[in-house]
């Protein structure tokens, strides 16, 4: 059993349309990290949550802790945006770090 | 500010033999991670060390090792290299404990076992 889901494993949007991704956790956790991974390899962390809801830009991301459950949105997607996002998090027993499989996200102008 | 930077970007090795990868973290970074990423595994937690000792370690075998200096750079070590250990391995600095301050991740060191 995988301790953070995500969902939709794959999307395809259109520039300039909201996107969202939708992560689930099992475990109590400490913090939640949303993640970007380009085509090559390279990893950027975007947000690291703890409760309620953080804004950068175009992005933004949510946390329920209560729920156990957080969420990406994209406002205006474009092109640029094309990557894996993937949900990960800390747990507060035994200090480990999960990950979720990722979404992989294409942008088409 | 200078990235993580993590040495070599690429590795072959053969079945049998040990490897150490190389990460220099952000200058004032303590904190060092290791992940493994795999196609069929995803992004998966090896070890953090802090301040030079080890905090936490994920689920990998003990021939799974790692160390850091005194002057934050860690060192991972896998011995005995089997074909599965064939992966994307990313580390990333962090303030302090990772848990409680973002990451800035390294660009990888992509091992392959033949």
């Known amino acids: 059993k995988n301790e953070v889901e995500q969902s939709p494993q794959n999307l395809t949007a259109q520039e300039g349309e909201f996107i969202t991704i939708n992560c689930s956790y099992s475990?109590?956790?400490?913090?939640l990290h949303w993640l970007q991974q380009h085509p090559g390899g390279g990893i950027v962390s975007l947000f690291m949550?703890?409760?309620g809801k953080k804004k950068h830009g175009r992005l933004i991301a949510t946390i329920n802790i209560q729920e156990k459950h957080s969420s990406l949105h994209i406002t205006a997607s474009h092109p640029r945006d094309s990557a894996v996002y993937i949900c990960?998090?800390?747990?507060?027993?035994?200090?480990?770090?999960?990950f979720g499989t990722g979404t992989s996200l294409t942008v088409i102008p | 500010k200078a990235g993580v930077t993590q040495t070599p970007r690429y590795l072959i090795k053969t079945r049998g033999q040990q490897v150490t990868l190389s990460c220099s973290p952000i200058?004032?970074?303590?904190?060092v991670s290791w992940y493994q990423q795999t196609p069929g595994q995803g992004l998966q937690f090896l070890f953090e060390?802090?301040?030079?000792?080890?905090?936490n370690k994920g689920n990998f075998p003990g021939r799974f090792s790692g160390r850091q200096f005194s002057n934050s750079r860690s060192e991972m070590n896998v011995s005995t290299l089997e074909l599965g250990d064939s992966a994307l391995y990313l580390c990333?600095?962090?303030?302090?404990?990772?848990?409680?301050?973002?990451?800035?991740f390294g660009s990888g060191t992509r091992l392959t076992v033949v």
């Open positions: 990960a998090v800390h747990s507060n027993t035994g200090n480990q770090f999960y």
């Open positions: 475990v109590g956790i400490s913090a």
């Open positions: 200058s004032g970074h303590r904190s």
């Open positions: 990333a600095s962090s303030l302090g404990q990772a848990r409680n301050y973002g990451y800035t």
């Open positions: 060390y802090f301040s030079e000792t080890q905090r």
């Open positions: 949550l703890s409760s």
